[in-house]
């Protein structure tokens, strides 16, 4: 691999992550990047109907019920985050 591949690699990878902020980055934490998946996986329940219809039914909620609660779960979807040990 000559040094001019890697350069455009590591370009490519930089634009990936300032355009989409689910492919993380060096700096993200445990925490945060369980944070977006679970974001996004809610988000995607949310914006495809039939998923949606499919966890209605299987829950016994209503779709509307179930569309709220999705957004809800979205604010804090791993719990509290972890205390940050500065040193």
């Excluded at 370009?11 to 944070?35: C, I, M, N, P």
């Excluded at 995607?44 to 219809?53: D, R």
């Excluded at 909620?61 to 609660?69: A, M």
Aim: net charge negative.
């Amino acid at each position: 691999m000559q040094a001019s591949d890697r350069f455009n690699i590591n370009s490519q990878l930089e634009h990936l992550q300032a355009k989409y902020v689910g492919t993380g980055h060096a700096d993200l934490s445990r925490f945060e990047w369980a944070v977006n998946i679970q974001r996004d996986c809610y988000a995607s329940y949310v914006g495809h109907y039939p998923i949606l219809g499919y966890f209605a039914i299987a829950e016994n909620e209503s779709i509307g019920r179930e569309r709220y609660n999705f957004m809800q779960k979205m604010l804090l979807p791993c719990g509290l985050p972890p205390e940050r040990e500065d040193d």
